[in-house]
């Protein structure tokens, strides 16, 4: 069973038009991350959340913000795409650690987003 | 600050044949090592992890992948690969949730 939801799975928005995109997980886990990926990149991160406590990663430009309503969900706000953030948007927990696992990050589907 | 090179950008291989996908990485201390694999529009689905003991680690999928410290590598193999296993692959190191990322491998299979 999937742990980490992303809906939707592709989004196309306008230059300049607030978009919006969200993450779910099944677990109840504190941290959920959300990463950027350009074509032909690697993952980048963007951002992660401890319980309620928003931690922002240096480069994150201010055009990204994050909203986490509650323990399941998170969301991803662009405030004004430009064409450079279309981009694969990767949401991830850590899980696992419980019963002497070791935790481990998983991620979900991704939305790809298109700016035109 | 800790890091990984992975130095294939694209490696083809005919089906059937053995695979080796190549991660070195650089780590303060007792690094935490994964492979993930990314199909086309997908996400990052997780191989397989080392975090410590048996160097020699088994993942899903049929692949493996071999801890050397003295090398600082963590390379990925599977010794007979399937069309499926078309996809990017990528290392990284650090803990869950602080991973560094390599820029990836793209495998293509060839018929």
């Known amino acids: 069973d999937a742990m980490v939801i992303q809906n939707p799975r592709y989004q196309v928005t306008q230059f300049g038009k607030p978009v919006t995109l969200s993450c779910s997980q099944t677990l109840n886990h504190n941290v959920m991350y959300w990463y950027q990926q350009k074509s032909s990149q690697a993952p980048k991160l963007l951002f992660h959340?401890?319980?309620?406590?928003?931690?922002n990663e240096a480069d994150t430009p201010d055009n990204f913000q994050s909203r986490r309503p509650n323990t399941s969900f998170c969301f991803l706000d662009i405030r004004s795409p430009g064409l450079g953030d279309a981009a694969m948007y990767l949401c991830a927990i850590v899980g696992g650690g419980a019963s002497g696992g070791q935790e481990t990050q998983y991620f979900g589907p991704g939305t790809r987003l298109l700016v035109l | 600050a800790q890091s990984v090179t992975q130095p294939d950008i694209h490696i083809t291989v005919s089906e059937g044949a053995s695979l080796e996908l190549r991660c070195n990485y650089s780590?303060?201390?007792?690094?935490?090592l994964f492979w993930y694999v990314q199909s086309p529009g997908q996400g990052l689905q997780l191989l397989l992890k080392y975090f410590s003991g048996d160097t020699l680690v088994q993942g899903i999928k049929g692949f493996e992948a071999e801890f050397k410290r003295s090398q600082s590598s963590f390379n990925l193999r599977k010794p007979s690969v399937h069309w499926s296993d078309a996809a990017e692959y990528f290392c990284a190191v650090g803990p869950p949730g602080k991973l560094t990322f390599g820029t990836g491998t793209r495998l293509t299979i060839i018929p």
């Open positions: 780590y303060g201390a007792t690094p935490y």
């Open positions: 959340y401890y319980d309620k406590d928003f931690n």
